[in-house]
């Protein structure tokens, strides 16, 4: 069964070291859809990735500065990124080596699917 | 908040469930509603209440789940507006347990299954070898409830069971 995030996932999973993509929602942190490689635990980093996406809207929002455009968490052995809007997130795992400019471009181009 | 146990290898895998999933209540239940600790509680008659309730819903998801698919349900999520309750089945080489928790916005249901599945190996790996006792009788089922509630709520076994405030 197709879903409406299939193509934004494969776009993004053709990136250069993105081990996985996943459409989560922010407040229960349940994958709806994802296209992860073999060895990434997709459950745990939605749960995890949302949790943080929705503290940083948070933050973002107490603080004055509006709505999160793009979140980056860079760490020693890789990246993870999240877009959000209307209560998904859209999220990228990606190793060192990624192009963290080009899947920003990607992810922000598809998050319109999430409206 | 410490959490607050029957038996000391309960003790560091439901703290971590609870330092990390960020919950509000926490309970570990043996089938029959015998309490083996708790969190979040501040008077035995709610955990004497949310035992019994936990053990009745989990006895009939479990039904209804082989009626339905062959295989009891082991794990039930319910959203209420503001905090939301899941119920889950842990397996231990001992025996099975229940385990209740209730969350607020601090948490989610993708955090709590997340540490739930970690809570469980980790009770699993501590639990003590199953010891085969005599079968389960009205009498004795409320003498070990009086006892692990008095040990939770640290007063004598026989004394009243409702209503005292927990220690801080």
Same mark, same amino acid.
């Given at each position: 069964?197709?879903?409406?995030?299939?193509?934004?996932?494969?776009?993004?999973?053709?990136?250069?070291?993105?081990?996985?993509?996943?459409?989560?929602?922010?407040?229960?942190?349940?994958?709806?859809?994802?296209?992860?490689?073999?060895?990434?635990?997709? *459950?745990?980093?939605?749960?995890?990735?949302?949790?943080?996406?929705?503290?940083?809207?948070?933050?973002? *929002?107490?603080?004055?500065?509006?709505?999160?455009?793009?979140? *980056?968490?860079?760490?020693?052995?890789?990246?993870?990124?999240?877009?959000?809007?209307?209560?998904?997130?859209? $999220?990228?795992?990606?190793?060192?080596?990624?192009?963290?400019?080009?899947?920003?471009?990607?992810?922000?181009?598809? $998050?319109?699917?999430?409206? | 908040?410490?959490?607050?146990?029957?038996?000391?290898?309960?003790?560091?895998?439901?703290?971590? %469930?609870?330092?990390?999933?960020?919950?509000?209540?926490?309970?570990?239940?043996?089938?029959?509603?015998?309490?083996?600790?708790?969190?979040?509680?501040?008077?035995?008659?709610?955990?004497?209440?949310?035992?019994?309730?936990?053990?009745?819903?989990?006895?009939?998801?479990?039904?209804?789940?082989? =009626?339905?698919?062959?295989?009891?349900?082991? =794990?039930?999520?319910?959203?209420?507006?503001?905090?939301?309750?899941?119920?889950?089945?842990?397996?231990?080489?001992? =025996?099975?347990?229940?385990?209740?928790?209730?969350?607020?916005?601090?948490?989610?249901?993708?955090?709590?299954?997340?540490?739930?599945?970690?809570?469980?190996?980790?009770?699993?790996?501590?639990?003590?070898?199953?010891?085969?006792?005599?079968?389960?009788?009205?009498?004795?089922?409320?003498?070990?409830?009086?006892?692990?509630?008095?040990?939770? %709520?640290?007063?004598?076994?026989?004394?009243?069971?409702?209503?005292?405030?927990?220690?801080?």
């Amino acid at each position: 069964m197709s879903s409406p995030f299939e193509d934004i996932l494969a776009t993004l999973i053709r990136q250069r070291g993105v081990l996985g993509c996943l459409v989560v929602g922010e407040s229960d942190g349940i994958v709806v859809d994802a296209n992860v490689q073999v060895g990434v635990s997709e *459950q745990v980093v939605a749960a995890l990735a949302a949790a943080l996406f929705r503290r940083a809207r948070l933050s973002s *929002q107490s603080a004055g500065l509006g709505r999160v455009q793009f979140l *980056q968490l860079e760490a020693e052995k890789g990246h993870v990124c999240c877009v959000g809007r209307e209560g998904l997130v859209l $999220v990228t795992l990606a190793e060192p080596r990624a192009h963290i400019g080009l899947i920003r471009g990607a992810m922000l181009q598809g $998050v319109e699917v999430l409206a | 908040m410490r959490t607050h146990v029957a038996e000391p290898w309960v003790e560091a895998p439901l703290q971590g %469930f609870v330092d990390d999933a960020r919950v509000l209540f926490a309970l570990l239940l043996h089938p029959s509603g015998q309490v083996m600790g708790q969190f979040g509680f501040t008077r035995a008659v709610d955990v004497m209440a949310a035992c019994a309730l936990a053990a009745g819903i989990h006895a009939s998801a479990g039904q209804l789940g082989r =009626e339905l698919d062959g295989q009891p349900f082991r =794990e039930l999520y319910h959203a209420g507006r503001d905090r939301q309750i899941f119920i889950g089945e842990v397996r231990t080489p001992r =025996e099975a347990f229940v385990f209740l928790t209730a969350f607020g916005e601090e948490s989610s249901l993708g955090l709590v299954r997340i540490f739930f599945a970690e809570m469980s190996t980790r009770l699993s790996q501590a639990a003590p070898a199953r010891v085969d006792g005599p079968p389960l009788a009205a009498a004795s089922l409320e003498r070990d409830l009086a006892r692990s509630l008095a040990a939770l %709520f640290g007063r004598s076994a026989d004394g009243e069971s409702g209503g005292t405030p927990l220690p801080s």
